[in-house]
């Protein structure tokens, strides 16, 4: 089973441009999130969804946008990429939207220029 | 402004000792306190997680103290391995009235020496 996986690996963009990054999960979990990782500051929750059809804002949520059309598949999009978003981003997954274990994914390193 | 304040940032410990993370956390509504283990270039999984109705939690060498008036918890490795060379994430969330949404500490990097 693979869990959780995103894509692409790493990125280098330039500034302005768009982007998105790809989450699939194969557990059909209802919740799915989006994180940052940052030095020192821990992962910051950017978007998540409940269920398929249903999203919600983070703690971080500016400069992203997220959609969820069916249960796997929660894509993160950078409509004009900024520096200040050069991050490490996670895509996690639980069950329910309640006390459920989080399972996360590899992760994306992304580079903004 | 960060809600869940983790210390120390990093930790080196002996093969064998004790390695102690501590959390405090400032919203009175959280309701549940997990903490994540993470390896270079892996996603966070879950260690242990406690809820506030318990002030102690085990599951083999690791120890949640959870102290609910101080609104401080705490993760003990007891017996630490280089194994366990790893940053840990303590976080919280306000469970069903706020689902599951996460806050982070700022995370602890542990090196244990053989």
């Known amino acids: 089973t693979a869990g959780i996986t995103q894509a692409p690996t790493s990125q280098i963009l330039a500034a302005g441009r768009s982007m998105t990054l790809r989450c699939t999960q194969d557990?059909?979990?209802?919740?799915m999130y989006w994180y940052r990782q940052d030095l020192g500051l821990g992962l910051r929750l950017i978007h998540y969804?409940?269920?398929?059809?249903?999203?919600g804002k983070g703690e971080v949520p500016d400069g992203y946008s997220v959609s969820r059309a069916n249960t796997d598949d929660f894509p993160l999009t950078l409509a004009s990429a900024v520096p200040s978003q050069t991050s490490v981003y996670f895509c996690?997954?639980?069950?329910?939207?309640?006390?459920?274990?989080?399972?996360f994914g590899p992760g994306t390193r992304l580079t903004v220029l | 402004q960060q809600q869940v304040k983790q210390s120390p940032q990093s930790l080196i410990v002996q093969k064998g000792g004790i390695s102690i993370i501590n959390c405090a956390y400032e919203?009175?509504?959280?309701?549940?306190f997990p903490w994540y283990q993470q390896f270079p270039g892996k996603g966070p999984a879950l260690l242990i997680a406690?809820?506030?109705?318990?002030s102690e939690k085990k599951e083999g060498r690791f120890t949640i103290s959870f102290n609910k008036s101080a609104k401080q918890f705490s993760l003990h490795i007891m017996d630490s391995q280089p194994g366990d060379s790893a940053t840990y994430f303590c976080?919280?969330?306000?469970?069903?009235?706020?689902?599951?949404?996460?806050?982070f500490g700022g995370g602890t990097r542990v090196l244990v020496k053989p």
């Open positions: 919203n009175t509504a959280f309701d549940y």
């Open positions: 969804s409940n269920t398929a059809g249903t999203t």
């Open positions: 996690a997954s639980s069950a329910s939207f309640t006390f459920n274990e989080q399972f």
């Open positions: 976080a919280a969330s306000r469970g069903i009235t706020a689902g599951n949404k996460l806050t």
């Open positions: 557990m059909r979990h209802n919740a």
């Open positions: 406690i809820r506030p109705d318990v």
